[in-house]
């Protein structure tokens, strides 16, 4: 079965804190994504990558920046968090194809206080 | 640019009953069209996709959605509703560029 998976689920930082999302797929997908979930706003694009260390910016990438160093790991960084960043974060990854459906993991909640 | 439109926030069904979310899109291109559903706390998991052919696409857990060119729209529907099926439901389309663009969800609610 294909797995994305999440290292942490809930996390709370104080303000200014350096934050770690980690991401992590086993299928071999050439694409990863992290996307932001906000109520009323849906799921809004914050970077994503299509190869090892290749990344592009989506929608909403300031105060953000990500590594992605192996295939299977897709990390994004909160270089100084911010109490506007407390949300939900989604990581996805997908197969490099125009059909290539997006999977997802289970999510990792951050609250900065 | 793209987007999708999800106009219902909330919506509540008596178990048992039809349901149909609405979903309208805006891309340039053929499109590329996903329902996904999502449990409180959960990740999303996706219902069904359409990418050619026959516009009535069939899901997992008894959902349907019919692909409206004219409309631009790609409705779910379910004929009927188990309590089970209260989420959050995305729509969403991707383009060749392999990037997706979601809708707000709508949250459904099913009264016993």
């Known amino acids: 079965d294909v797995k994305v998976t999440q290292s942490s689920r809930y996390l709370v930082k104080r303000t200014g804190e350096k934050v770690f999302l980690e991401c992590v797929q086993d299928?071999?997908?050439?694409?990863m994504f992290w996307y932001r979930q906000d109520p009323g706003l849906g799921l809004r694009l914050i970077y994503f990558s299509y190869d090892v260390k290749m990344k592009e910016k989506g929608d909403i990438p300031e105060g953000y920046s990500v590594s992605r160093e192996k295939k299977e790991r897709f990390s994004l960084i909160l270089e100084s968090a911010s109490t506007n960043q407390t949300s939900m974060y989604l990581c996805?990854?997908?197969?490099?194809?125009?059909?290539?459906?997006?999977?997802f993991g289970e999510g990792s909640r951050l609250t900065v206080l | 640019a793209q987007s999708v439109t999800q106009p219902d926030i909330h919506i509540t069904v008596s178990e048992g009953a039809s349901l149909e979310l609405r979903c309208n899109y805006s891309y340039g291109a053929t499109p590329y069209l996903f329902w996904y559903v999502q449990s409180p706390g959960q990740g999303l998991q996706l219902l069904l996709k359409?990418?050619?052919?026959?516009?009535l696409v069939q899901g997992i857990k008894g959902f349907e959605a019919e692909f409206k060119r004219s409309q631009s729209s790609f409705n779910l529907r379910k004929p009927s509703v188990h309590w089970s099926d209260a989420a959050e439901y995305f729509c969403?389309?991707?383009?060749?560029?392999?990037?997706?663009?979601f809708g707000s969800g709508t949250k459904l609610n099913v009264k016993p």
């Open positions: 359409y990418f050619s052919g026959d516009t």
């Open positions: 996805a990854s997908s197969l490099t194809s125009a059909t290539g459906e997006l999977f």
């Open positions: 299928m071999d997908h050439e694409n």
């Open positions: 969403a389309v991707g383009d060749n560029f392999n990037k997706f663009y």
